[in-house]
């Protein structure tokens, strides 16, 4: 199999470049060496490399950033999956994208399924969702995974902030009323392999579509926050001795985020027989040294 891995550099796709290693040839790139925001240059690429499935885990993922930068989280979020959509599709390929719980509003109150109607409340969830739907609007075989706050311990995510929090402040205050699944990247990224090991030509055409997959179960971020203290391998070096509930409305930020996004990923474990563990077993798993 012939893979063309975009992101390699990103949490997901770090993982993506590991496990898709076993399917074949991997072809991985990252900015600058292809610049999602060039369309001529994303078509270029592909043409070039003729791939049989292309795995795209870039994004622009700064939600706060997007909301002064919309036209380059426009052109990455949402126009390049069209584009590579329409490439993959010209060349009998499967493309494999991923998409976010923050095309959700949050106001559900229960785990969003994948006919729950979306309305994002800010640049980023409807960057993410106009990719969603140009990648929908083109057919062909494709994957839709949509995930929620993904982390991974080699890049900045939440883990690696609240464990540097953690040595450096005696008590921390973190929201409580954020709700979602923490996603391991690794598990994430063997799950994608796990699909494609399976993929022949029609298991794809017949199966694809969209899905949510993201970490089993749901937390607030003062709970992760306080699973991800009970998992730090080195808690000789935490000064933190209280995790404090906060509000939302207590940190600022320009980006408003959906408060209760949790997802409901029964689809696919239908579909597919397969599932992401509960999220702390993962937590307890990313954390772990022997
Ligand atoms: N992180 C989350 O909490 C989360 C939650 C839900 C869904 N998702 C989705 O899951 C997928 C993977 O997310 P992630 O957390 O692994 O993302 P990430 O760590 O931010 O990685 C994204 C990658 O895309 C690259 N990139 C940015 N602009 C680019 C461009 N113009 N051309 C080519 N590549 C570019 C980034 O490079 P630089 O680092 O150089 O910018 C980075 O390597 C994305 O589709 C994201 O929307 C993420």
Redesign the pocket.
């Known amino acids: 199999m012939r893979i063309l891995l975009?992101?390699?550099?990103?949490?997901?796709?770090?993982e993506l470049h590991r496990t898709l290693a076993i399917l074949g040839e991997v072809i991985a790139?990252?900015?600058?060496e292809?610049?999602?925001?060039?369309a001529d240059e994303v078509r270029r690429v592909v043409r070039q490399v003729r791939p049989e499935v292309i795995a795209?885990?870039?994004?622009?993922?700064?939600v706060d950033r997007a909301e002064s930068e919309s036209e380059?989280a426009y052109?990455?979020?949402a126009r390049?999956p069209g584009i590579l959509a329409e490439e993959a599709a010209d060349l009998g390929a499967a493309l494999v994208?991923?998409?976010?719980?923050?095309v959700f509003d949050g106001s559900k109150g229960s785990p969003y399924v994948e006919t729950d109607p979306p309305n994002p409340l800010g640049v980023?969830g409807r960057s993410?969702l106009e990719g969603e739907r140009a990648v929908e609007q083109v057919g062909g075989k494709y994957l839709i995974l949509?995930?929620?706050?993904?982390?991974?311990l080699r890049?900045d995510?939440?883990v690696t902030k609240v464990l540097q929090w953690s040595r450096q402040q005696t008590s921390l205050r973190v929201v409580d009323d954020q709700v979602s699944n923490p996603?391991w990247?690794r598990m994430?990224a063997e799950v994608t392999a796990q699909l494609l090991a399976k993929a022949d030509k029609d298991w794809l055409g017949e199966r694809g579509g969209l899905y949510h997959l993201?970490g089993d179960g749901f937390t607030s971020r003062w709970g992760w926050a306080q699973a991800i203290l009970r998992h730090d391998a080195h808690k000789e070096e935490q000064v933190t001795r209280q995790v404090l509930p906060a509000s939302t409305l207590d940190f600022p930020t320009p980006a408003q985020r959906p408060l209760f996004s949790a997802l409901d990923c029964q689809k696919f474990a239908r579909t597919f027989g397969l599932g992401l563990p509960p999220w702390e077993e993962a937590l307890r798993l990313a954390m772990e040294v022997s």
């Open positions: 975009i992101g390699k550099y990103g949490q997901l796709g770090w790139l990252d900015y600058p292809i610049n999602l925001a060039q795209n885990a870039s994004a622009y993922t700064a380059l052109a990455i979020n390049a994208h991923y998409s976010t719980d923050y980023y993410k949509r995930t929620s706050w993904v982390y991974s890049r995510s939440f996603t990247a994430l993201a």
